[in-house]
Nanobody, 125 residues
Framework: QMQLVESGGGLVQAGGSLRLSCAPSGRTFRTYAMGWFRQAPGKEREFVASIKWSSGSYSYADSVKGRFAISKGNAENTVILQMNSLKSEDTAVYYC??????????????????WGQGTQVTVSS
């Protein structure tokens, strides 16, 4: 089983920026896409962004379009999430995920089979 490790979370004021990173720990496997999800207290885990390796195409939740950017890291199975113009409603635990499945889209939890432990992002207003 491939383990994913997120880093870069923290506390930031509204309007600020954070950069999250995700990299595998230990053995790696072939993946077709990677993504970010988040879960706020009392809410379900929701899709944030994904990147598909074959086409390089991106997908974003409407709530983060124009503010967040997902990109491939320098090493295999690594991904970056640049978060700008942060709002208090962006406060959540952010999870990195990777998919070993070939799919048309990667915007739901069921399309991923590898997950990180999460990193806390807190935006103060």
């Amino acid at each position: 089983q491939m383990q994913l490790v997120e880093s870069g979370g923290g506390l930031v004021q509204a309007g600020g920026s954070l950069r999250l990173s995700c990299a595998p720990s230990g053995r790696t496997f072939r993946t077709y896409a990677m993504g970010w999800f988040r879960q706020a207290p009392g809410k379900e885990r929701e899709f944030v962004a994904s990147i598909k390796w074959s086409s390089g195409s991106y997908s974003y939740a409407d709530s983060v379009k124009g503010r967040f950017a997902i990109s491939k890291g320098n090493a295999e199975n690594t991904v970056i999430l640049q978060m700008n113009s942060l709002k208090s409603e962006d406060t959540a635990v952010y999870y990195c995920a990777a998919s070993a499945y070939w799919r048309d889209t990667y915007d739901s939890r069921g399309e991923y089979n590898y997950w990180g432990q999460g990193t806390q992002v807190t935006v103060s207003s």
